[in-house]
T-cell receptor
Framework: DVKVTQSSRYLVKRTGEKVFLECVQD?????MFWYRQDPGLGLRLIYF???????EKGDIPEGYSVSREKKERFSLILESASTNQTSMYLC????????????FGPGTRLTVT | LAKTTQPISMDSYEGQEVNITCSHN???????ITWYQQFPSQGPRFIIQ???TKVTNEVASLFIPADRKSSTLSLPRVSLSDTAVYYC????????FGAGTTVTVRA
């Protein structure tokens, strides 16, 4: 079974802090994604990565950056957390090629106070 | 990238068949259609993907007409545990999920 793990289920940070959200997948997947989910807005794509050190912006990259130094790990960074970044953050990975199936982690509920 | 449109919510009763239709008018020629299911406090789970005609697996069926501008996810004989949000995607990835369709199954 593919497993996508996220470093924390719940996280509380203060405004202005630098926040790191970590995601690890164990199936040698090429592509990894970060989404945020807010009520009524679905899952919005923040960034995705199709290879080590490669990244592309999604629909809402402002205020976020990412890092992918190893194939299995994709990190989301909030440079200076703000209250409007309070949300559920979901990481996903997919093999690539003809496979469209994304495997999601359990999510991190981030609260910025 | 194909933007999708689907109903916000649907209600059903146990044992009924639920059909959710998604519109994806500008889907690319080589893109598949995928559907996901999400329960509260969990990440979405892949259900099914298809290119055209009909695809069936142990969970659902997916019907795609020849023009591929829409697709219908069919959940046979739903149970209370099928209450969830269902998302369709009209592209491989690089795309946000819409708000999805909240399906509520009642006893």
């Amino acid at each position: 079974d593919v497993k996508v793990t996220q470093s924390s289920r719940y996280l509380v940070k203060r405004t202005g802090e630098k926040v790191f959200l970590e995601c690890v997948q164990d199936m040698d997947h090429e592509n990894m994604f970060w989404y945020r989910q807010d009520p009524g807005l679905g899952l919005r794509l923040i960034y995705f990565s199709y290879d080590v050190k490669m990244k592309e912006k999604g629909d809402i990259p402002e205020g976020y950056s990412v890092s992918r130094e190893k194939k299995e790990r994709f990190s989301l960074i909030l440079e200076s957390a703000s209250t409007n970044q309070t949300s559920m953050y979901l990481c996903a990975s997919t093999l690539g090629g003809l496979s469209y199936e994304q495997y999601f982690g359990p999510g991190t509920r981030l609260t910025v106070t | 990238l194909a933007k999708t449109t689907q109903p916000i919510s649907m209600d059903s009763y146990e044992g009924q068949e639920v059909n959710i239709t998604c519109s994806h008018n500008n889907i690319a020629t080589n893109d598949y259609i995928t559907w996901y299911q999400q329960f509260p406090s969990q990440g979405p789970r892949f259900i099914i993907q298809g290119y055209k005609t009909k695809v069936t697996n142990e969970v659902a069926s997916l019907f795609i007409p020849a023009d591929r501008k829409s697709s219908t996810l069919s959940l046979p004989r739903v149970s209370l545990s099928d209450t969830a949000v269902y998302y369709c995607l009209g592209a491989k990835y690089k795309l946000s999920f819409g708000a999805g369709t909240t399906v509520t199954v009642r006893a």
